[in-house]
């Protein structure tokens, strides 16, 4: 028995170490080849091998990307775009973003991911204004932390609907300052409602609320549409019905859209705020916070009063979101 036992011991620690060896073996082999996978697709004369490509090499450490890059940067396509994203979040990471100043990176981003890194004090709401306070935009103002949230009564009786017909700012407000149990008993309330507003503002809500309510069918086209996104979580028809006649964006909407596919609408609602096609600004980037709070909230909402200022808000929130790997 002893005999055996002395066989048995060398023996297992062989197998041990063959085991070893072929797993260390078997790794060496899959990183040869992803190396290899990765240096064809970014050579490739294809942008989508090239995003491929970058997707790929993503995970390794920044003096590397960059190196595997370099080609890809100085184009002006969407691999370019992709690899400044991924050398960006990696620097971030990696505490180098200073080095970004050295390479041919959008210098906006570059500014933007250099805030990300920064300490930054308790963010400041932006102040108040006489346009800003008139009684229809009370919502605004109680998002943005400008006035004090409101009561129940009073959250109720200020109109839900904002200067250019839509009822963005109301849903938010009532979504923000009011119970589960109270927005059911608004849902059912206002589905019959005479008003437009509030009956869009029903549909709306249970979107929010991510539960299944029968609406009666509506013959007025926008409540109609924003009932059949409802109905079916129907981002395309979101997409296709977003404009208004004059090329602008519909608020109502584009809150559908985001509340029926959020990952594929943000990007659509980046590209239009930075396009300029909302009528009033602030929409868009109310609803851009409510479904990033995170990043929005970092963000000092003293942004939000002129074009310039918005031009940043939108460039450190798209930003922000890139680090968070959304």
Not at 250 to 270: H, V, Y
Request: charged fraction near 20%.
């Amino acid at each position: 028995m002893h005999y055996t036992a002395i066989v048995k011991h060398p023996s297992i620690i062989s197998f041990i170490c063959v085991i070893l060896i072929a797993v260390m073996a078997g790794f060496y082999v899959v990183n040869h080849q992803r190396a290899s996978n990765i240096a064809h697709l970014l050579g490739s004369p294809a942008v989508a091998d090239n995003i491929d490509g970058i997707n790929l090499a993503e995970d390794k450490p920044f003096d590397d990307l960059v190196v595997l890059f370099e080609k890809i940067l100085s184009e002006h396509n969407e691999a370019s775009t992709r690899a400044q994203e991924v050398l960006v979040a990696r620097a971030f990471d990696e505490h180098r973003v200073h080095t970004l100043k050295l390479l041919p990176i959008n210098r906006e981003l570059v500014e933007a991911v250099i805030w990300w890194s920064e300490d930054h004090k308790e963010t400041q709401r932006f102040t108040s204004s006489t346009e800003m306070l008139i009684p229809s935009l009370h919502q605004l103002a109680w998002l943005t932390g400008v006035e004090e949230a409101p009561t129940l009564d009073v959250l109720l009786e200020t109109p839900v609907q904002d200067r250019d017909g839509s009822v963005v700012l109301g849903v938010l407000a009532i979504k923000k300052f009011t119970t589960q149990q109270e927005r059911h008993r608004l849902i059912h309330q206002w589905m019959n409602d005479f008003s437009l507003a509030r009956q869009k503002s029903a549909v709306l809500l249970a979107m929010m609320e991510d539960k299944t309510y029968d609406f009666p069918p509506s013959q007025r086209p926008e409540l109609s549409t924003i009932q059949a996104i409802q109905k079916d979580t129907n981002y395309f028809l979101a997409w296709r019905t977003l404009h208004d006649k004059e090329g602008m964006i519909i608020p109502d909407i584009a809150l559908a859209g985001m509340l029926a596919n959020q990952e594929k609408f943000l990007p659509i609602l980046i590209e239009s705020a930075q396009e300029h096609k909302w009528k009033h600004p602030e929409h868009a980037i109310l609803i851009a916070s409510y479904f990033a709070p995170k990043v929005a909230s970092a963000i000092p909402f003293d942004y939000l009063q002129n074009t310039e200022s918005r031009k940043k808000w939108w460039s450190l929130f798209t930003c922000g979101l890139l680090l968070e790997r959304r």
